[in-house]
């Protein structure tokens, strides 16, 4: 069945976010006067920051992981956003699904203030007919399968029909829980077990790929 409406989560997948999250982490862990970082922070990006903190400082307490929490995005929306970074041909493929006319979508766990600065410098929020923040809203989300299933309540769209592309297992679990299908983006990372953690989805090497090997369906 042709795709007649793909949605997008953002870190990891469309955007480079590493440099700037590892930039403000690891000045939240400097004012906090914590150890230096040792692990790379690769493999943890995609879960809100307070569960990233929760993994590189095992022993913090919610009164220490809310400071990091505050002292990251102190740090991130000053300054770390800005080293954000479109990973290649991902520019080209939301225009050319444009170009289509198929409605595009972004669902994502960074908060609403960063994803609008992100999304206005790199000069992609026009592609997309809806973002969904995991703090749109009080309460907020509590997943991103929640934000895919709210967005095809809302623009009527029958989830069997709709593609989700993410980056991680997470994303993976999350386009089968709202009954989509799923493609995973794994940007040459050849660690990524792809075939065997995510079955039922399609693993595409780089952005490139993504017209190649997914059948739209144009509605311009």
């Known amino acids: 069945m042709a795709t007649k409406a793909v949605f997008f989560d953002?870190?990891?997948?469309?955007?480079?976010?590493?440099?700037?999250?590892?930039?403000?982490?690891?000045?939240?862990?400097?004012?906090?006067?914590?150890?230096?970082?040792?692990?790379?922070?690769?493999?943890?990006?995609?879960?809100?920051?307070r569960q990233i903190f929760a993994q590189l400082v095992s022993q913090a307490d919610e009164q220490q992981l809310s400071g990091l929490e505050a002292a990251f995005r102190a740090s991130y929306?000053?300054?770390?956003?800005?080293?954000?970074?479109?990973?290649?041909?991902?520019?080209?493929?939301?225009?050319?699904l444009s170009r289509a006319g198929v409605p595009l979508f972004l669902v994502t766990n960074k908060p609403t203030f960063a994803t609008g600065r992100i999304l206005e410098a790199l000069r992609i929020r026009h592609f997309f007919r809806d973002v969904l923040c995991r703090d749109g809203r009080t309460p907020a989300f509590q997943s991103k399968a929640e934000m895919l299933k709210v967005l095809t309540q809302l623009y009527n769209l029958e989830p069997a029909e709709c593609l989700y592309l993410g980056d991680?297992?997470?994303?993976?679990?999350?386009?089968?829980?709202?009954?989509?299908?799923?493609?995973?983006?794994?940007?040459?990372?050849?660690?990524?077990?792809?075939?065997?953690?995510?079955p039922e989805a399609i693993i595409l090497k780089h952005f490139a790929d993504f017209l190649e090997r997914i059948e739209i369906k144009e509605t311009a």
């Open 168 to 198: 991680t297992y997470e994303d993976y679990l999350a386009g089968l829980e709202a009954g989509m299908q799923t493609a995973i983006v794994t940007h040459g990372n050849h660690k990524f077990d792809g075939e065997h953690k995510c």
């Open 10 to 49: 953002q870190d990891g997948t469309l955007v480079d976010s590493l440099p700037g999250i590892e930039f403000s982490v690891d000045r939240a862990l400097a004012k906090a006067k914590l150890p230096a970082r040792e692990l790379h922070l690769g493999p943890l990006i995609g879960p809100p920051i």
């Open 77 to 96: 929306d000053s300054a770390g956003w800005r080293e954000t970074r479109l990973h290649d041909n991902a520019a080209f493929t939301l225009a050319e």
